[in-house]
């Protein structure tokens, strides 16, 4: 599975905004999903996962109340939903594929797609 995210951008605090991520294949076959990101001089944080159905997901704490994952493998999607941002959700934002099925453990992932960048300002 290839995986290439979109949907970043400049934004203020306490907006929202909608990443996607594009998957050549079928993601019903791709198996677990999930969304990472890298702020800079940091390292990558596992932000949400979700399982091959879609009906199970996971977030960090960060992420947790704020962030939506969600998948549509009619469309070959998985899309990460974030409200209320903060400035320190500032990031380039991954999507990944699960080496082994499970979307709750950031050591499952690998693939990584091309990110995308978010700013919030504040």
């Known amino acids: 599975v290839q995986l290439q995210a979109s949907g970043g951008g400049l934004v203020q605090a306490g907006d929202s905004l909608r990443l996607s991520c594009a998957a050549s294949?079928?993601?019903?076959?791709?198996?677990?999903l999930g969304w990472f990101r890298q702020a800079p001089g940091q390292e990558r944080e596992f932000v949400a996962g979700?399982?091959?159905?879609?009906?199970?997901?996971y977030y960090s704490d960060s992420a947790k109340g704020r962030f939506t994952i969600s998948r549509d493998n009619t469309k070959n999607t998985v899309t990460l939903q974030m409200n209320s941002l903060k400035p320190e959700d500032t990031a380039v934002y991954y999507c990944?594929?699960?080496?082994?099925?499970?979307?709750?453990?950031?050591?499952?992932?690998?693939?990584w797609g091309q990110g995308t960048l978010v700013t919030v300002s504040s």
């Open positions: 979700i399982n091959h159905s879609g009906v199970r997901t």
């Open positions: 294949g079928r993601t019903s076959s791709a198996g677990a």
């Open positions: 990944a594929h699960s080496r082994d099925g499970r979307w709750y453990s950031a050591s499952s992932f690998g693939s």
